[in-house]
């Protein structure tokens, strides 16, 4: 976790420091500042909101409810672009005046500062909506097993791919156009990286929810639905069964349904035998589920009835 937390925050200041090793003046290290702490104080709520959604999401898949976990974080989601369309909002008018509005003078009244920070709050709504949305969806990916892709992917896309291209275009920019061009080309390669990790990860948990709910065309013909409604004469749990595992109802004087088909598909023999030859329920073996794995001792193991 303190590595992931490490490869996350890390870049923002790498590109502080690459704007004073770049020569840039106070005025232009004090606008990319500037920025990067109005970024800390936009995405300051959601933290708190996110922590939120990933604990109903984990009670949510403890319970089975896979469903109602995944359509937790799509309207998560859904808040995070809300979030930013008032982050935009918010900053229209110091965005479409340009250098020359006078809002800016509450950052401070050297008009080289208002010169490099009005180019850079066009950034604020997107870095606030990726960093939020990849926060989201990195977390999620992490706490259920995949540490090691969300870590190379904050490696390959920042730090591997964003500081050295990042560098590269804003000492192409200072040498062409002056410092605010500078910190300008370091910026827009930094939301860029955040938009290429929000991709990636929008990508995994997409797959995710994929591998993890099964069609609902197979559920719905044994009597089981993904969402959160029982079905009406079902056993299962409302929204949710442990991913792999079917279990319908069985009809009453008749054959499971499972069972029928996995025997019509060659995964039990006909005539009630499981894999080892015997008949399921009397001695002689194990009772084997489809899936060939031991489920019970047989009577002759145990001295009960299978």
Not at 158 to 185: E, M, Q
Not at 206 to 221: E, G, N, Q
Not at 224 to 252: H, K, L, Q, Y
Request: with cysteine; charged share 10%.
């Amino acid at each position: 976790a303190a590595l992931l937390a490490t490869l996350r925050a890390g870049p923002a200041p790498m590109l502080v420091l690459f704007s004073l090793y770049l020569g840039c003046d106070e005025a232009a290290v004090a606008a990319i500042s500037i920025l990067f702490a109005l970024l800390q104080v936009c995405l300051a709520p959601w933290v708190a909101m996110q922590l939120s959604v990933l604990t109903f999401a984990a009670k949510y898949l403890s319970q089975h409810r896979t469903r109602a976990a995944y359509d937790l974080l799509w309207t998560s989601l859904l808040l995070i672009s809300i979030l930013a369309a008032a982050v935009a909002v918010a900053l229209w008018p110091l965005t479409s005046a340009g250098a020359g509005s006078p809002l800016l003078s509450i950052f401070g009244l050297d008009p080289r500062l208002a010169e490099a920070l009005a180019p850079l709050f066009q950034f604020l709504p997107a870095l606030v909506f990726l960093k939020a949305s990849s926060g989201l969806l990195g977390s999620y990916l992490a706490a259920t097993g995949y540490n090691g892709e969300i870590g190379a992917a904050y490696c390959a896309f920042h730090w591997l791919a964003s500081l050295p291209l990042a560098y590269a275009a804003g000492s192409a920019a200072a040498a062409a156009s002056g410092p605010a061009a500078a910190i300008s080309a370091l910026v827009r390669v930094h939301t860029a990286a955040w938009g290429l990790t929000a991709a990636a990860f929008g990508v995994g948990y997409s797959c995710a929810v994929a591998r993890s709910i099964p069609r609902p065309d197979v559920l719905a013909a044994v009597g089981i639905s993904t969402s959160d409604r029982a079905v009406p004469g079902s056993t299962v749990p409302p929204g949710g069964i442990p991913p792999g595992f079917v279990t319908p109802p069985r009809p009453a004087g008749g054959a499971s349904p499972v069972r029928t088909r996995a025997a019509a598909a060659g995964e039990i023999p006909r005539g009630g035998r499981d894999a080892t030859g015997s008949a399921k329920g009397r001695p002689g073996g194990p009772v084997v589920s489809p899936l060939r794995e031991p489920l019970l001792p047989g009577p002759g193991a145990g001295g009960g009835r299978g």
